[in-house]
């Protein structure tokens, strides 16, 4: 086996992969390389058929095939290789790795600085215990999606989507699209878990049901799905005895849930963040293995490919200026607070001076209006961010600017939490 | 009209073991199984254990088989060059009846002959498996049991019949065993008949259905539920740990698979139907309480998988004799718990019955015991892997990222005789999408390769045959109006 030197290697080749390297190839790094496991660059975008990309980042509506292209004609553009078809088997902490694949064999390749971009997979039936039979016709929302948009077949004709989670909104107006029948979708929680505009474009135009606080609680059918049994849940998400309905269906579509892959850190030695599921980031998204870098839905899971393309970029040019030799300036921890679920990053280096703002990404624990959210050192608040209404479907993205920076010490530990509201 | 010397009817494990111990002879044998793929019963849904012969009753037959079946499973998974790890057995003791009670059942066990069994103290057993509950008040260990994969052991059985010979008759039924003046003719199938003077019932929970006439008895169904952990879930042991097994059951098992994934199961309760195969809320509460009683470290954090299998059920006993109406017909049947450890033991008992029968048996110099193995990339270092590559580029794609699973091995699954036809078949000789990812990533390559491999198109693809599709329609379908089609457009 052969070992190749690299400047940046890059694992995965979804947005966050193609936009860490492009960047990364623009501020200096030599040898750039994208990692892809699918026989195309683009990731889960180049099944992502429908609108609704690019709106913040390019200030344009695009699809998620359009957003992709973009970035996979400027990585040819600004001369980053992409490499498909290779599967990375292994990340060492020493930054070195091992590939497999049908066109390029075993690979070694001893790199100056990773940036990991494997992005997420869904959460399965078996994961959430939905109990009952084991027939076909039973999907996470993503891989139907998958079959719908790029194999060109669909699952089957009477749907029951479980879970408002993006995917499962899209998915649930894909379906009605392709002339099926949608039976509704059910929601475990009291409020969606997507984007606002995903539930009354998918849903509400499309005069889709959505059937908040109820679940799928059994599946019935021997060999093809054919119905399902839903239930009301009380606050504490226990089914309600007494509320069983059921529903014929054909297909039932889980979006029940994104979790990053990290099966890759893990074996890189890197940190994962309890509450992320993702590797714990710093503010250039380095992770706690030097040099080894992390951004896009393997971090956190976003809302949106437009701020997967902005912590890309962040990662993207701190791997190029990644030098093993200077040593790493003392970081402060960021902790996380009152309604909140988490915060990326989860160190600061508070010690630089700053020309950019920092960006601050954290999800919300529970649906709230007129609230702040408060940033404090040793119990003193030193920032107020007033927000109108945050939900946990909705990524909070705070900027700080080098001026409010100013407000921070530089030794101490910084806390956020929301406060005040209804 | 195709005839043959004996028909089995039945291709779990059981089946596959008679088979292959019939294919030792100069015998033209047939085997029909109803299902598209071996082992899609009782066989594919079970703990995979082969039992060490402790708690086992010696005047029963299931007990005496599993006492002669244990030591032979090093020399069978040598030939049949399938993993099987004799990772050892402990009977936990959770209170003082317990120990009472084990502590005669280590006697017995010496008695029979369970090869280096012996009492670990509280301490011993928590030394060996610091996740055992510390309120545990000693065990029996027995080092000879192991764990096997239940689809592999019975593909294996099965290919290696096939290779001696055996014909094999997949996706086929068998609707009635045919009879003339008390004597067996044969069975009528689906696609015809099969004529044989020697048939043998081995249909696991379907064994009581071909004829009512016939001298075999009520089997009734046993469902065990289980819950298959992630690779990575932090809760590990080693040994496979039961507790004191009860009046009907094992009991409750804590144990790893041979592919490093932490199973618990199975629960026991008697259900109607032979296809009752759902899991329960009730059933799973039940299997994770006990397993908690165990390891009490066992959450549901990391569930990969929930299945449920079924045991057929004749009497307390194994059912295996020669029916005295009609003569030619062998049961083999009620193989419940310890059956897969069993099974090559029934094989060979099996051959013995139809032999007493008065079918002559003449070895075969051409049989060949071994079953070659399939190249698992997985176990290679990265050297030997990156040769293999430059060989077979095909084993440098990955497919299944889960599970590591390469292209090459997929289609190798598909080719190989007695190949996958099916998702499950795939997954099942693999272990391609019995990931953490459940198929979520691999289930679209894998209806390609099926398409690719097998000529199966995509609309045709199944789960596990029948009506099981994945897909059903092609995309814009639906919209048509009748009698319009894709092309039209």
């Known amino acids: 086996m052969k070992t190749y030197e690299i400047d940046v290697l890059v694992v995965g080749g979804g947005p966050a992969g193609l936009g860490a390297a492009i960047k990364a190839r623009e501020n200096g790094a030599r040898k750039v390389l994208v990692l892809e496991r699918d026989f195309e660059p683009g990731g889960i975008l180049n099944q992502c058929i429908h609108n609704g990309f690019g709106l913040q980042y390019f200030s344009a509506e695009l699809t998620g095939t359009e957003y992709a292209g973009r970035f996979i004609r400027r990585a040819g553009q600004t001369g980053v290789e992409i490499q498909t078809d290779t599967m990375v088997l292994d990340v060492k902490p020493s930054r070195e790795v091992i590939t497999s694949s049908a066109k390029y064999g075993l690979q070694r390749f001893q790199a100056k600085s990773i940036v990991l971009a494997m992005g997420c997979r869904e959460r399965t039936r078996d994961a959430i215990q939905i109990y009952g039979s084991r027939p076909s016709g039973i999907f996470t929302a993503g891989t139907a999606q998958r079959f719908t948009n790029i194999e060109g077949f669909i699952p089957g004709r009477q749907v029951v989507v479980l879970g408002s989670g993006d995917i499962g909104l899209i998915m649930a107006r894909r379906m009605k699209l392709e002339g099926c029948e949608v039976q509704g979708v059910y929601e475990l929680l009291p409020y969606t878990n997507g984007l606002s505009r995903n539930v009354v474009q998918c849903l509400n135009d499309f005069s889709i049901p959505l059937y908040l606080q109820q679940t799928v609680t059994s599946i019935y059918g021997g060999e093809r799905i054919a119905g399902v049994t839903t239930q009301k849940v009380d606050k504490k998400q226990n089914p309600l005895p007494g509320t069983e309905e059921y529903v014929p269906c054909d297909t039932l579509l889980l979006s029940v849930g994104l979790i990053p892959e990290n099966e890759l850190s893990r074996k890189a030695g890197v940190r994962i963040d309890s509450r992320t599921g993702g590797p714990l980031v710093d503010q250039n998204r380095m992770t706690t293995v030097p040099g080894i870098f992390a951004c896009g839905n393997v971090v956190q899971v976003h809302d949106l490919a437009d701020d997967v393309t902005v912590e890309s970029e962040i990662a993207g040019l701190a791997a190029a200026g990644f030098a093993e030799e200077e040593p790493p300036g003392k970081k402060a921890r960021v902790l996380v607070g009152n309604g909140l679920r988490y915060v990326v990053p989860q160190e600061i280096e508070l010690s630089r001076n700053r020309e950019e703002p920092l960006l601050l990404f954290m999800r919300a624990e529970l649906p709230r209006r007129k609230v702040n959210i408060v940033i404090s050192q040793g119990g003193m608040e030193k920032l107020k961010f007033p927000q109108p209404f945050i939900k946990p479907g909705e990524i909070i993205a705070l900027s700080v600017t080098s001026e409010m920076l100013g407000e921070l010490e530089i030794d101490q530990d910084i806390e956020l939490k929301v406060e005040g509201g209804g | ?489």
């Open chain 2, 1 to 489: 009209m195709k005839k043959f010397d004996v028909v089995i009817i039945g291709g779990g494990v059981v089946g596959c073991a008679i088979a292959r111990e019939l294919s030792r002879y100069n015998l033209k044998i047939a085997l029909v199984e109803k299902e598209t793929e071996l082992g899609s019963g009782t066989s594919k849904a079970n703990t995979g254990l082969v039992h060490s012969g402790v708690n086992v009753d010696n005047t029963t037959l299931k007990g005496r088989l599993n006492l002669q079946a244990n030591p032979l499973f090093d020399r069978l998974t040598f030939e049949l060059n399938i993993p099987f790890v004799r990772n050892g057995s402990l009977v936990i003791a959770q209170n003082r009846e317990d120990r009472q009670a084990l502590l005669r059942d280590l006697d017995e066990a010496r008695k029979n002959g369970v090869k280096d069994v012996r009492w670990l103290s509280r301490e011993e057993l928590l030394g060996k498996e610091p996740a055992i509950n510390p309120d545990s008040l000693g065990a029996i260990y027995a080092p000879s049991g192991g764990i096997i994969c239940p689809f592999e052991y019975t593909l294996a059985l099965g290919q290696n019949a096939h290779k001696n010979g055996v014909v094999f008759f997949l996706g086929n039924r068998v609707l009635k065993i045919l009879q003339e003046k008390d004597r067996v003719l044969g069975v009528e199938t689906e696609r015809g008949r099969l004529i044989a003077p020697y048939v043998v019932n081995a249909a696991g929970v379907f064994a009581d259905e071909f004829d009512s006439a016939v001298d075999v008895p009520g089997i009734k169904t046993r469902r065990g539920q289980y819950l298959v952990y992630d690779r990575d879930y932090p809760v590990q042991i080693n040994n496979t740990i039961f507790p004191r097994p009860t009046e009907v059951s094992k009991g409750i098992i804590v144990t790893p698979t041979v592919h490093g994934n932490l199973m618990i199961g199975p629960n026991a309760e008697e259900v109607e139907g032979k296809d009752s195969l759902e899991t329960t809320a009730a059933g799973i509460n039940e299997v994770i309480k006990g397993a908690q009683k165990l390891v009490p470290d066992i959450d549901t954090s990391a569930v990969i998988r929930m299945f449920s299998g079924l045991r057929a059920v004749a009497s307390s006993d194994f059912v295996i004799k020669s029916t005295k109406k009609p003569r030619g017909l062998v049961l083999a049947a009620g193989i419940q718990s310890p059956g897969l450890t069993a099974a090559p033991v029934i094989g060979k008992l099996v051959v013995e019955l139809i032999e007493e029968l008065g079918l002559g048996l003449s070895p075969k110099s051409s049989f060949q015991a071994e079953r070659p193995s399939p190249i698992r990339v997985g176990d290679l270092d990265y050297e030997e892997r990156a040769k293999l590559v430059e060989k077979d580029n095909n084993y440098g794609q990955v497919v299944c990222r889960c599970e590591g699973i390469t292209r090459g091995e997929i289609r190798d699954a598909i080719l190989a005789p007695l190949g996958a036809v099916t998702i499950d078949g795939i997954k099942r000789r693999t272990r391609a999408a019995s990931g953490r990812c459940q198929s979520g990533f691999c289930g679209p390559r894998l209806v390609e390769l099926l398409k690719e491999f097998a000529s199966i198109s995509p609309l045709e693809a199944t789960l596990r045959g029948g009506a099981s599709r994945i897909l059903k329609y092609r995309s814009k379908e639906l919209l048509f109006k009748a009698g319009e089609k894709v092309e039209d457009l």
